[in-house]
């Protein structure tokens, strides 16, 4: 609980942040942190005159600060994507085209020599497609 024991008008919107680190007690490293930010506000008679006011002030701090700063302890919170990605599906259709092509030293092939790929080659391609 964070109490402002000096209520005055000259405070009001005045922007304060507060700085919550999380870490465990037997260690002193910092698992993570994470800034908030409180601003006083005036009743609500005062409040409807320096609401547009004091929105502005606010969304201008909010978007120039950084307010999380993750470790690597932690999993990232990802929205999950509608598919995989271009780069993803054109590597996996270049892979199986890899692994279709005819073996070096295979002469029964209507495939040109210059695609003939060795063993070492089909690995990796079987490698990135796994």
Sequence with gaps: VIRHRDV???????IDKFRL???EQSQRKALGKKEIIATLLPSAKEQQQQKEEEEKRIKEHLAES????QTLCQPENRTASSGPSLLTVFLGIVCIAALMLPT???MESL??????????QKLV???VLG
């Design 21 to 23: 680190q999380v870490s």
């Design 8 to 14: 005055r008008s000259s405070y009001y919107g005045v």
């Design 104 to 106: 070096l030293g295979e």
């Design 111 to 120: 495939v040109p020599l210059y695609l003939h790929l060795s063993v070492n």
């Design 66 to 69: 950084v307010f999380f700063e």
């Design 125 to 127: 391609a079987a490698y």
